[in-house]
Every structure is written in structure tokens, then in C-alpha cells.
């Protein structure tokens, strides 16, 4: 609740370029900040200018090899950006599908499906996310092994005996998945463990975002819920962060309960507060600023920003301008 105190209007009233940077301070120490604020700002000039899209670019339809849009929802890149992975429907229930193309500066081949078992062909399978070594994590309605809902699955594919079995990734208190809904596993290493970032709506009844540290044994606990900027009492869903674990976009409905869109935040370091909580579909904007905008991810190389809204569209990013 408590973040409510603070206008829901600062991821777009367009009034500061500073909105939603001290979220939490209040009184006196708010005018100070704003007052700290205003002289960085003339301290830091150009690069402070970009902080309302972040360099990132407006953006357009993902364009398939022979044309049109690629289809789909819940995009994302392989690591090397070879393989593009969407959640499509192809007959009736959502299948994680692949497209392919031969370096990052050609366009996708049209998708083909991800065979059984990563598909379950009475299910819902998305919210696809590869790593690397073949590890995938993902999100399916199967009632095997279910916590209740859509929960988390993790699989490996080997090359000499193709898709190992999905094992969930565990039941709430001990693990992260819920009777209710999670959305978009995203999983970074860096020195301090590997980190698994989520959505669900089960503790808040809203969707918010989490983290869970790895244990050692490999498994994930419940994770703890991110504060504001990054939780309203809206849904804020689908997190994906960059490698480096300084860079996190997600969907959230604060600006507009009946269409998501697309937000960015960033941290100055790996265990550092999320700063600069920023809506992308607002600011850049984005062409698709009145449909809902889903599941945003970022490429390994931190270049471009790929989301669902009726397709898979894209947003480069001008590492010229980036902080
Ligand atoms: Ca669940
Ligand atoms: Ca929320
Ligand atoms: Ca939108």
C-alpha cells in the first residue's frame, strides 16, 4: 500500500525528468532531494536528458524473412540472438515456437514449434526463456506436477538426447511457483549467486515482481517481493533483466488499468536500489502505446528490446546516448 502515496501520475505526468527517482522520501528530505536533484541535473546535462527513453529507440514491427510481421507474444532472444523464441497459438493452446536466422543482421525464418515435452500438447506452454548450455526456463498450464495456475518450468536441451523432462520449479513456501499465476522467469548470474526474476499475482492479488536466490542445491525459494518503483498496487508483470543485472524492463497497467505498457529501470550496481523507473510506450513512445504491450525482454548484448502488442515488435537502442 504504501507506495500508493506517491502519485501513480509520475510514470507520465511529463512534469520532471526525474519522476519516480525518490520514490519513498518525503518532507523535508523530498525537498532536499529535489534541490540535490536540480543540481545534478545541471551537473550531469546531456546524459540526464536521456533518461526518459533511455536511448531506446521508437519502435517497429519485427520483420520476418519474406515479409510481414513475426507473430506471436512473450518474445525473446537466445543468448548469441541467432533464435528468437514467441508463444503462439497454433491449434488451440499456446505452444512455445523458434524462429531462426543466420547473424543478428538478417531477418527471422518463419517459426517452427518446440517439439513434446516442452510443448505439452494439452496445455498452455509460454513465457519461453533460453539460456545458455540449452537451459530453458518457461511457463505452462499442465496439471503434472502443478502448484495451481501457470507456474514456472525448467528443462534442458541436450544435444545428444534432445529436451529433458520439465521439472517445476517448486511449490510456494519452499518454492517459487503459486496456486495462482507466475509469469516470465528470468534468471542472471553474476558474482553475488544466480537469480531467478518472476511475476504472480498470489500475495498481493495483484501481479508483482520477485527475486529468488539460488540455493545451493539448484532450487529457488518464494522470493522476495521488489518495492517500489518497480510494485504498484497495479499489475506489474513479466520482468526480464540484462545480463549485467542492472537493466530491468516489465508490463505493467499503472498508467492505464486496460492497457499495459512497456517500462525500463535500472540500478547503479548488481545489489543496488532500482532507479529510473521510466515508461518506455509513453516516452520514446512506442507506436503501440494504446494496445496493450506485453513481455518485454532484452538481448544479451543489450541492444534492442523486443515485445508482444498484436506481433512481435522491436526497439534498438543507441549506445552513443547510453549511460
Ligand atoms: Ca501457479
Ligand atoms: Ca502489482
Ligand atoms: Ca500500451
Redesign the pocket.
Known amino acids: 500500500m504504501r507506495e500508493q502515496a506517491i502519485p501513480q501520475g509520475s510514470a507520465g505526468s511529463g512534469g520532471s525528468d526525474r519522476e519516480g527517482f525518490w520514490p519513498g522520501w518525503q518532507g523535508r528530505i523530498a525537498a532536499v532531494a529535489v534541490a540535490a536533484g536540480a543540481v545534478l541535473a545541471l551537473l550531469s546535462g546531456p546524459a540526464m536528458a536521456d533518461f526518459r527513453n533511455a536511448a531506446w529507440g521508437e519502435s517497429s514491427p519485427l520483420e520476418l524473412a519474406g515479409g510481414g510481421q513475426v507473430p506471436g507474444g512473450c518474445p525473446i532472444e537466445s543468448p548469441a540472438g541467432l533464435f528468437l523464441f514467441t508463444a503462439q497459438r497454433p491449434s488451440g493452446d499456446l505452444d512455445n515456437l523458434v524462429n531462426q536466422r543466420a547473424s543478428k543482421h538478417e531477418p527471422f525464418q518463419p517459426a517452427n514449434p518446440l517439439p513434446a515435452p516442452v510443448n505439452d500438447e494439452n496445455a498452455d506452454d509460454f513465457c519461453p526463456t533460453p539460456l545458455p548450455d540449452g537451459e530453458f526456463f518457461f511457463v505452462s498450464r499442465r496439471t503434472e506436477g502443478s502448484c495451481g495456475g501457470a507456474d514456472m518450468f525448467r528443462t534442458v536441451l541436450n544435444p545428444a538426447t534432445g529436451w529433458e523432462e520439465p521439472v517445476n520449479l517448486g511449490c510456494t513456501p519452499n518454492g517459487p511457483n503459486t496456486p495462482t499465476t507466475e509469469f516470465s522467469p528470468a534468471v542472471i548470474t553474476n558474482v553475488w549467486g544466480t537469480f531467478l526474476f518472476f511475476s504472480t499475482d498470489f500475495y498481493?492479488g495483484?501481479?508483482?515482481i520477485y527475486v529468488s536466490k539460488m540455493r545451493p542445491d539448484g532450487s529457488f525459494g518464494k522470493g522476495e517481493r521488489l518495492p517500489y518503483p518497480i510494485?504498484?498496487?497495479?499489475?506489474?508483470r513479466q520482468p526480464n533483466v540484462s545480463q549485467d543485472g542492472r537493466e530491468l524492463v516489465f508490463a505493467?497497467n499503472r498508467r492505464d488499468p486496460t492497457n499495459f505498457d512497456i517500462f525500463y529501470a535500472k540500478r547503479f550496481w548488481q545489489y543496488g536500489r532500482w532507479r529510473k523507473v521510466t515508461n518506455l510506450s509513453e516516452t520514446v513512445p512506442f507506436d503501440t502505446l494504446d494496445a496493450s504491450e506485453t513481455r518485454p525482454s532484452l538481448s544479451w548484448d543489450g541492444e534492442r528490446l523486443v515485445y508482444g502488442s498484436g506481433g512481435v515488435w522491436l526497439s534498438e537502442r543507441d549506445y552513443r546516448k547510453r549511460r
Open positions: 498481493t495483484n501481479q508483482d510494485n504498484t498496487d497495479y499489475d506489474d505493467s
